[in-house]
């Protein structure tokens, strides 16, 4: 049986689309359902194996990027979102979804009412909206999405406000020794990226791209491995055929459908 | 009694000096010349107005508005201030603060109210945000702080600064008035009419308001203002298009090189549309008649588009002016029931290194504008999701007035699903955002006259937009579609619900209340309302029936649907305010009671003959590889990535070819190739433009073949198919009751039609922005360039057959293919060498052309081509530069020997490419080309370097890393061009 994936919609999310198309490419049947939908209706979330915030901009950004979409999580749906986490199952946060999870204190890990937080995403250092193709390195081994996989993924970046920082540099470390740095920016032949503009898009700490939580379930990024699935879309597909994004979520789907 | 409601201010302060937004602003003021400046601190102001606690102040501060790695907050109480001194609380030193003006949209403001009550805050009522800046250096005086406030951290159309603590202006929500005056009409003299129609700005001539005249004696009534401002906006240039479809009286010099008829009856008639009548492409499913022009793209959907121009709002308000320019042009896409996919931006600014003594009073900076525009349209598309994939950038002087915005959308449909058919007894539903008093007859309604007719509210004539608004319609009306929810969409741009709602019941008749209407903020009469252009709205008719359902839908994605009216068979549409009818008119005289205009045209021959070539140029002594340089380094030619990549081009996931191409994705792509999500066959559509004011200035006739030739030109080296191409126009126009100027129109219009049957090319849309002149401090009056952008919308059956500009392997073999004729009339050589051009007519368009994309063509579907140029702008030897740095490969051309090599390497012409071929295609390649001209000009290798000979000489060699410092960074032999 396919997993299924409940992918959350909040007003301004708009790859919500291109993520569905990864996950059923994937093997995941995938629902989209807007965060109104969800308050209002008896939706069981125990029946999905999969949850997804998918990039946008969530309430025009408003207050910050991800942050009011991070609200919905904490204040509407605190329960089914721990359950989810508790169950050990797969979620994903891409870009504006991954902005959500750092801002509802889920990622880099759970921070309970009134602990301070560690980890953000702000505006990038060139201080502006940037869409490009990067590379992408997945490390790892402890996060479902990236274990095992060997192959460098090239993807766009598309955001504003990517730029992951930590409130005490010796965090960035504890990231690396927990395991907890899923993917990293990189040159194209996988050298990292050590901060250079353009392969690190944005100023991140220690090329970061992408964390998971302690228990290695849940995955956040701010490149876009969705928008690389079909040949057509990556830019390089004549000299770099086989960097796509689709093993990560294959990873996922696999995991999801096991347990 | 403003009592216990208090006004609670929180300031977010970065935490770092290295704050990246306070950065942008400190090198900005560099910029300016204001290098005084040392330091800038940008924070964010929040104000709610309500009651809290300190155990609410801290929630709110802690939980919504600051982020605890990056900001630290302070939080206080405004203390109260009387309506009458709302201006500077107190004045702080080296401190600015900047707030919107009352009733411009503020995006944030709603939401703060919504997260507070999610957060267990109750006790707010309003909420507005600001920025405030603590500006630090040597002589922070107030007047360079005033210079900072108003050339860089605000704009009066928007907003208001204070040298210290700004006090906010919070709007709500109310009830509107239903106050109505009468116009007199009857009895008036010629003198007395055209007074009304000054007086109320409605640019109507005598004839017009003479005919409205006669509709007066015939009803035996006066009119209210209501139904005299719908007349006036129905008949107006811009919903009408009355230039465009007036009687010409044409008269033009003995020695034109084209003749033109004496007369036109009806101009669009005869020239664009019977293009496309005369063409007859089956492929076209819709021209000029909807909001978008459709076309076939894979037997089961269709593909829509529409461009725009934005201009004067621009000017006064960039970021808001080119923002809601394309939210517009996106709901005219929603408008047919289209799911948009795509945009377009096309901009004409002046030149970005203007100095402040030449810059006209009153006028911004065009860096500013530019800025703005880029930042307007970055905000817009990219919230809405849509990927922005292609656009143009054109500096010249005759745009430091008036900048052109063109901003196009590409939207798809199941083929057919879009509805047509109101029914009697259908609700008007208005769909989407609040109505307020936005963009009311245009910009001349400043904001201090609102200021001083309310006494409580300005409403900007110029609007910030609400991208995740119209992202709501979007989400809502692909599935009502969908489910067959309405009979009849159209969206609100111009004229607002006067045109919405008139065009729609313009074939039945429709009653509408408008007190039921929701508003921005009180004190809007009725004929605000009706005319109001506030932004983010539909207009659906929808059968009683389905009114639920869509209303469900409608709660679901947060979208706000009203009621206000029923369609009927009446033939009349009338409106009520409350009980009041305060709007009863005709259809008949309202949609066709308009007088036909009646223009002058005066047909001027060039100064120089188009074709005409200047044998002197042979004899000026060049460098070659410095000259090429300095192409690659003009504003027109130089890369404009740092544009493109604030635009999200990839959302969608339907992006094949990107704006940018080669192996660092940095190459300037001739255009863009889509394959839409969600459908399964391999079709593609291409995006591609032309424009070239420069040709504009010398011959409009030429000048518009070129373009086109251009738009379809780089359409076909993506890999279109030329058969399938369709084509948009737009025209941006000084004004056109002189007679050359009209003239000018003539003959572009004329070889609209001469060039679309020539290259069977339909045009399929268009839209024209007339009256683009300024009256200057020096009282002169300054008009812009003709400038007609032409959107090519082209088609492939697979995606597989795109080309890229980028050259692709040491070895393969490089072709000049088609009609080469450089010219240097209107040359960007000229342009880089303004003490000493080469004068001589612009180029003539090859009649070849055709031909020759066809031919190639059918190389591109046999996969014979490897990459594919077009030559524009800085000719050959910079289409052969762009190929080298696209591909980080070298290039030897070898020009031949019977030649002008200076004419050769920089000249430019139509109807040219340059393209690799593989030795292993060559003579297949050679054998399609066969009847076309073509020439093998180079070979690709892999030392990196552009290498061009001519008679076994060498004219230049440069390496690429100087290619790309010159296109890149504008820097030529170690020096900033």
Excluded at chain 2, 3 to 14: E, L
Excluded at chain 2, 340 to 356: E, N, R
Excluded at chain 2, 394 to 400: A, I, M, Q, R, T
Aim: proline share 6%; with cysteine.
């Amino acid at each position: 049986m396919k997993p299924k994936a409940l992918i959350l919609f909040a007003s301004g999310t708009n790859r919500d689309h291109d993520v569905s198309d990864a996950l059923e490419l994937a093997g995941a049947e995938t629902t989209i359902y807007p965060v109104k939908y969800l308050r209002e209706s008896n939706v069981d979330w125990s029946a999905y194996q999969m949850l997804i915030i998918p990039g946008g901009f969530s309430y025009a950004d408003a207050l910050g990027a991800g942050r009011l979409f991070a609200l919905d999580l904490t204040a509407y749906f605190t329960g089914q979102v721990q359950n989810f986490l508790a169950a050990g199952k797969p979620v994903i946060g891409i870009c504006n979804g991954f902005q959500a999870l750092v801002k509802s204190g889920i990622l880099p890990e759970m921070r309970m009412a009134g602990e301070r937080q560690k980890a953000t995403l702000t505006f990038n250092q060139s201080n502006h909206f940037e869409c490009r193709w990067v590379t992408l390195k997945p490390v790892s081994q402890k996060c479902l999405w990236t274990q095992g996989l060997t192959a460098l993924i090239d993807c766009p970046v598309a955001h504003g406000e990517g730029n992951f920082q930590v409130s005490d540099p010796g965090y960035a470390e504890t990231l690396f020794q927990q395991d907890q740095v899923a993917l990293l920016y990189t040159y194209p032949d996988g050298a990292l990226a050590d901060g250079k503009y353009p392969m690190n898009p944005n100023g991140s700490i220690r090329d970061i791209a992408g964390i998971c939580n302690q228990q290695g379930n849940v995955l956040g990024l701010m490149p876009h491995p969705e928008n690389n699935i079909f040949p057509y879309q990556t830019p390089d597909r004549a000299n770099r055929p086989d960097h796509f994004g689709l093993p990560l979520f294959i990873n996922g789907v696999r995991y999801a459908s096991q347990s | 009694m403003r009592n216990s409601i208090k006004t609670y201010r929180f300031i977010i302060k970065p935490r770092s000096k290295s704050d990246p937004r306070s950065r942008g602003y400190l090198s900005d003021a560099h910029a300016l010349g204001l290098t005084g400046v040392k330091e800038i601190e940008c924070s964010d102001l929040y104000f709610v107005r309500g009651e809290l606690s300190e155990g609410d102040m801290k929630s709110l501060a802690d939980r919504l508005l600051h982020d605890p790695v990056t900001h630290q907050v302070e939080a206080d109480i405004l203390e109260d201030m009387s309506a009458d001194s709302r201006e500077v609380m107190k004045v702080i030193p080296g401190i600015i603060e900047v707030a919107l003006r009352p009733g411009v949209t503020d995006p944030a403001a709603e939401q703060i109210v919504r997260a507070a009550g999610m957060i267990g805050v109750k006790g707010i009522s309003a909420a507005c945000t600001g920025l405030r800046f603590f500006v630090k250096g040597e002589n922070v005086n107030e007047s360079l702080l005033r210079q900072l406030a108003e050339r860089l951290f605000s704009n009066a159309v928007i907003q208001r600064y204070a040298l210290g603590t700004i006090m906010p202006s919070f709007t709500e929500a109310t009830e509107a008035n239903g106050a109505v005056e009468h116009i007199h009409l009857r009895g008036l003299d010629p003198a007395g009419l055209l007074a009304v129609s000054a007086d109320r700005r409605a640019a109507l001539s005598l004839e017009e308001m003479q005919a409205i005249q006669a509709y007066c004696d015939r009803e035996q009534r006066d009119l209210t203002d209501i139904e005299f401002e719908m007349l006036a906006q129905t008949w107006s240039e811009h919903c009408v298009h009355k230039t465009f479809k007036s009687k010409v009286i044409v008269e033009q010099d003995d020695e034109n090189t084209h003749t033109f008829p004496m007369e036109y009856n009806h101009l669009f008639n005869q020239t664009i549309r019977a293009a496309t009548r005369n063409i007859n492409a089956c492929w076209v499913l819709s021209s000029f008649k909807e909001n978008a022009g459709i076309v076939e793209f894979d037997g089961k959907n269709e593909i829509s588009f529409k461009v725009e121009t934005h201009n004067h709002p621009s000017a006064i308000e960039p970021f808001g002016g080119a923002n809601t320019g394309i939210g517009g042009v996106i709901r005219d896409v929603i408008g047919v029931s289209a799911k948009p996919i795509a945009s377009t931006d096309i901009l004409c600014f002046g030149p970005q290194d203007l100095h402040l003594e030449d810059l006209p009073e009153g006028v911004l900076h065009p860096r500013r504008i530019a800025s703005g525009v880029v930042a307007g349209i970055e905000d817009y598309g990219n919230k809405m999701g849509i990927p922005t994939v292609n656009g143009s950038v054109w500096y010249d002087p005759g745009f430091v007035a008036n900048p052109l915005v063109f901003c196009g959308s590409i939207g798809i449909a199941p083929k057919g699903s879009n509805p047509h058919g109101i029914q009697p007894g259908d609700h008007i539903i208005l769909l989407g955002g609040r109505t307020g008093r936005d963009g009311l007859r245009g910009a001349t309604f400043s904001s201090m006259t609102m200021d001083a007719q309310t006494g409580e509210v300005s409403g900007a004539s110029v609007q910030i937009g609400a991208p995740i608004v119209e992202k709501g319609l979007v989400d809502v009306i692909v599935p009502a579609r969908d489910r067959g929810l309405y009979h009849a969409i159209t969206d609100c741009g111009a004229g607002g619900l006067s045109s919405a709602v008139g065009e729609m019941a313009s074939e039945c008749g429709g009653d509408i209340q408008l007190a039921d209407v929701p508003l921005k903020y009180p004190g809007l009469v009725p004929w605000e309302i009706w005319l109001s252009e506030a932004q983010e709205r539909m207009v659906v008719a929808v059968p009683d029936k389905n009114l639920a359902e869509l209303k469900n839908l409608c709660d679901l994605y947060d979208v706000s649907l009203t009621d206000i009216g029923t369609f009927n068979q009446s033939g009349r549409i009338r409106v009520f305010f409350g009980s009041n009818l305060v709007l009863d008119l005709d259809n008949e005289f309202l949609h066709n009671g308009l007088p036909q205009r009646q223009y002058r045209a005066h047909v001027r021959a060039p100064e120089f003959e188009p074709g005409w070539q200047n044998e002197d140029s042979q004899v000026l002594d060049i460098d070659y590889s410095t000259t090429l340089l300095k192409l690659l380094a003009h504003p027109n030619i130089k890369s404009k990535e740092h544009i493109i990549r604030v635009y999200d081009h990839e959302v969608q996931g339907g992006t094949v070819v990107k704006p940018l191409s080669g192996v660092m994705h940095d190459g300037p792509s001739d255009g863009s190739v889509i394959k839409p999500a969600g459908c399964d066959g391999k079709q593609a559509f291409v995006l591609s433009n032309g424009l070239n004011p420069e040709y504009g200035k010398q011959a409009p006739y030429e000048m518009t073949q070129l373009v086109m030739d251009e738009a379809i030109r780089n359409a076909v080296a993506c890999g279109a198919d030329p058969t399938r191409i369709a084509v948009l126009d737009n025209f941006c126009w000084g004004d056109p009751t002189r007679p050359e100027v009209m003239g000018d129109l003539v003959q572009s219009a004329q070889a609209c039609y001469d060039t679309a049957l020539h290259y069977e090319t339909p045009f399929i849309s268009g839209k024209d922005s007339f009256n683009n002149e300024y009256l200057g401090s020096d009282g002169n009056r300054h008009s812009i360039p003709p400038t007609l952008v032409i959107s090519a919308l082209g088609w492939m059956p697979d995606w597989e057959q795109a080309l890229t500009m980028d050259l692709k392997k040491p070895g393969d073999l490089l072709y000049l293919v088609g009609d080469f004729q450089p010219g240097f009339g209107g040359s960007h050589f000229n342009l880089i060498h303004p003490e000493s051009p080469v004068e001589e007519g612009i180029p003539v368009c090859s009649p070849g052309n055709p031909a020759v994309y066809r031919a190639f063509y059918t190389a591109v579907s046999k996969r014979l081509a490897a990459a594919c140029h077009d030559l524009s702008e800085g000719g050959l030897a910079v289409a052969a530069a762009e190929m080298c740095m696209g591909g980080r490969l070298g290039l030897q051309i070898d020009l031949g020997d019977d030649t002008d090599p200076l004419r050769c390497l920089f000249g430019e012409t139509s109807g040219c490419l340059l393209v690799e071929v593989s030795p292993d295609s060559q003579s297949e390649f050679e054998n399609v080309m066969q009847t076309n001209p073509f020439r093998q000009i180079g070979i690709v290798h892999s030392s990196p370097e552009l290498v061009i000979n001519h008679c076994k000489e060498n004219l230049l060699t440069v390496g690429i890393s100087d290619l790309l410092l010159a296109w890149k960074e504008g820097v030529i032999g170690g020096q900033t061009a």
